[in-house]
């Protein structure tokens, strides 16, 4: 079957937060919260490496709502259901439909770290993905030094795969950094 044909159920729904594909009209709420953020993020995010203008973050979303429609990447942005306020972003990446393989990337706004709201929030995508989606395999890729995105993998029971050294340069850098690989087979012990 044709990926652009899955029907995919919306928003998905947390005890906290309410997550749905960014849409066109997000982009100012994404340039607040990025550009909150763009210290915590530079470091990890290739994407954070400057900051973004309105129009560059109106275009993210619609260019991040077009590759929804089509299947080629799930894109979530995070809200918060008490306050609506945009929290942060995670999604399904890198899907390869026919192996039934995702990744799920994930980042917090600074006022809202510390609290939870992406491991909750990774919990539920990776559950959307076995019981919806039908994945066969869900990980996570992180640097190795990003301590924070790697307790969110541990504490959700992905199992550490491998340490790939040196197979890419640092998001801020041009220095070169190890990636962790965390994978989980279902979703069986999930919280």
């Given at each position: 079957?044709?990926?652009?044909?899955?029907?995919?159920?919306?928003?998905?729904?947390?005890?906290?937060?309410?997550?749905?594909?960014?849409?066109?009209?997000?982009?100012?709420?994404?340039?607040?919260?990025?550009?909150?953020?763009?210290?915590?993020l530079q470091p990890w995010m290739p994407w954070a490496q400057n900051r973004p203008t309105l129009e560059e973050s109106e275009i993210?979303?619609?260019?991040?709502?077009?590759?929804?429609?089509?299947?080629?990447?799930?894109?979530?942005?995070?809200?918060?259901?008490?306050?609506?306020?945009?929290?942060?972003?995670?999604?399904?990446?890198?899907?390869?439909?026919?192996?039934r393989r995702f990744e799920?990337?994930?980042?917090?706004?600074?006022?809202?770290?510390?609290?939870?709201?992406?491991?909750?929030?990774?919990?539920?995508?990776?559950?959307f993905a076995f019981q919806e989606l039908e994945a066969r395999r869900v990980q996570i890729l992180c640097d190795a030094d990003n301590f924070r995105s790697i307790k969110v993998a541990e504490r959700l029971g992905f199992i550490l795969e491998a340490k790939l050294h040196h197979n890419a340069t640092k998001a801020h850098a041009n220095h070169l950094r190890d990636t962790l690989i965390y994978a989980r087979f279902s979703s069986d012990g999930l919280p």
């Open positions: 079957m044709n990926p652009i044909l899955i029907n995919i159920p919306m928003p998905l729904e947390t005890a906290r937060l309410t997550m749905r594909p960014p849409m066109p009209g997000d982009g100012a709420e994404l340039n607040k919260a990025v550009n909150e953020s763009f210290a915590e993210n979303v619609r260019e991040a709502y077009s590759h929804w429609i089509l299947r080629r990447d799930l894109r979530l942005a995070l809200f918060e259901k008490n306050t609506g306020n945009l929290i942060g972003g995670s999604g399904l990446h890198r899907i390869d439909w026919q192996a799920i990337g994930y980042w917090v706004r600074t006022s809202f770290s510390g609290q939870g709201l992406i491991t909750e929030a990774v919990a539920a995508i990776a559950r």
